[in-house]
T-cell receptor, first 113, second 111 residues
Framework: DVKVTQSSRYLVKRTGEKVFLECVQD?????MFWYRQDPGLGLRLIYF???????EKGDIPEGYSVSREKKERFSLILESASTNQTSMYLC????????????FGQGTRLTVV | RKEVEQDPGPFNVPEGATVAFNCTYS??????FFWYRQDCRKEPKLLMS???SGNEDGRFTAQLNRASQYISLLIRDSKLSDSATYLC????????????FGAGTRLFVKA
């Protein structure tokens, strides 16, 4: 059974803290993604990675960075958390070729206070 | 302009109704197309892929119009359990293969 696992379901952090969100997939997928989901705005792509150490910016990369040192793990880093980064964060992975879908983790609800 | 656009709804329909959602995409290099379903407080899950010739899965029919750059989802004989948010998604190559989602269309099916 395919699996994408995010390290936390709920997280509360203080403004200015450095925050790490971790995601692991066990499907040997090349692509991994970080999205944030906000009411009325849908799923917005923050960053994605198509190979180890390879990354591309999505639509809203400001205030975030990512790390992919191993194929199965993709980390999202909030360098200095701010209240406008309070959101649901979803990690996903997919194969590259063809009509192959993305599989999602269960999401991390991050609250920055 | 967003790369993938959907009518956010909500669509409120009675059980047994037929409902259609449309989604437009702006990048003609988009290669693959999908509909996902997201239940409240859950992650999105694939409902169906969309093929060039159109495809059907039970009560669900998906169509692709590459010339006009839109995809559609038709749900026939709506059930209460169809209540969810439906997200369209496109996949295209940049350095890797990027999947971009629309904001989703909310569907409420009522008894």
């Amino acid at each position: 059974d395919v699996k994408v696992t995010q390290s936390s379901r709920y997280l509360v952090k203080r403004t200015g803290e450095k925050v790490f969100l971790e995601c692991v997939q066990d499907m040997d997928h090349e692509n991994m993604f970080w999205y944030r989901q906000d009411p009325g705005l849908g799923l917005r792509l923050i960053y994605f990675s198509y190979d180890v150490k390879m990354k591309e910016k999505g639509d809203i990369p400001e205030g975030y960075s990512v790390s992919r040192e191993k194929k199965e793990r993709f980390s999202l880093i909030l360098e200095s958390a701010s209240t406008n980064q309070t959101s649901m964060y979803l990690c996903a992975s997919s194969l590259s070729y063809g009509n192959t879908e993305a599989f999602f983790g269960q999401g991390t609800r991050l609250t920055v206070v | 302009r967003k790369e993938v656009e959907q009518d956010p709804g909500p669509f409120n329909v009675p059980e047994g109704a037929t409902v259609a959602f449309n989604c437009t995409y702006s990048n003609s290099a988009s290669q693959s197309f999908f509909w996902y379903r997201q239940d409240c407080r859950k992650e999105p899950k694939l409902l169906m892929s969309v093929y060039s010739s159109g495809n059907e899965d039970g009560r669900f029919t998906a169509q692709l119009n590459r010339a006009s750059q839109y995809i559609s989802l038709l749900i026939r004989d709506s059930k209460l359990s169809d209540s969810a948010t439906y997200l369209c998604a496109v996949k295209r190559r940049t350095g890797g293969f990027k999947t971009i989602f629309g904001a989703g269309t909310r569907l409420f099916v009522k008894a």
